[in-house]
């Protein structure tokens, strides 16, 4: 049985911001907090995924501490259509809301489609 390993990804503050499980980096946040409103979406620090990109992460998850709802992309998402900003905490990416899945059934891979209407 393989032990699976956990990392800790830090920020230019070296505050611990978010983990892996070696498949998937994993950030718990508040919506309220962290939600962008102005480009309905999810930020990740810059050099945090370029480093998990290294370590061969291949999934963002995103869990909201507000709603108890999780979200998730593919990490090649963020690359493609991340919308770069920088507003005094470094370097992020903006993804907006219609590259993520809302988890509905994580043990049977169920995934709610975000869906804009415009």
Do not use: C
Not at 30 to 47: L, P, V
Not at 67 to 77: A, H, I, N, P, R
Not at 79 to 95: A, R, S, T
């Amino acid at each position: 049985m393989s032990k699976i390993k956990v990392k800790k990804y830090r920020n230019i503050d070296g505050r611990i911001v978010a983990t892996s499980n070696g498949e998937q980096l994993i950030k718990h946040v508040s919506k309220k907090k962290h939600y962008f409103k102005n480009m309905q979406g999810w930020g990740y620090d810059a050099a945090i995924l370029r480093e998990a990109a290294k370590d061969g992460i291949k999934e963002i998850v995103i869990h909201d501490n507000d709603e108890d709802k999780t979200y998730k992309t593919l990490l090649d998402t963020f690359f493609e259509f991340g919308v770069p900003v920088n507003y005094g905490y470094g370097d992020q990416l903006i993804l907006p809301g219609r590259y993520w899945y809302e988890v509905i059934n994580e043990k049977h891979d169920i995934y709610q489609l975000k869906l804009e209407i415009e």
